[in-house]
């Protein structure tokens, strides 16, 4: 049964991970990237991993999109919004919302979601 939790377009949230064997997880930040109405009755929410790595900040590559305003959402260290790396997860996996990213990063990135797709 789908979560009755529901998650916005543009939350930045905190999600338990899994490690490649399933040996552990670690809590990391991460971009909702769908929206309500596609994800509301689905188990999972696709996500956008967010990197506090200085190297995709410092030189963002493809698909890196540095956030310019990463301590109003309540990040701690310069962050990296990596649409190269979209993500299917369990609503069940999400610890919390740390907030709403601010209207001109969560531009840049729909942008760029669009340019991944061809959309």
Known sequence: M???TTYEHGQVVVVSVPFTG???SKLRPALVASVETFH????DVILCPISSQPRYHQ???PGDYPLEHWKAV??????T???SNLLAVEKKLIER?????PAEDLARIEQ??????GL
């Open 40 to 43: 509301s009755k689905l188990l």
């Open 2 to 4: 789908p979560s009755t």
């Open 22 to 24: 399933q040996s552990g």
């Open 97 to 101: 919302v740390l907030g709403t990213l």
């Open 59 to 61: 030189k963002p590559g």
């Open 81 to 83: 919004a990596r649409i």
């Open 74 to 79: 309540g990040l701690r260290h310069p962050s």
């Open 112 to 117: 760029g979601l669009r340019k991944a797709f």
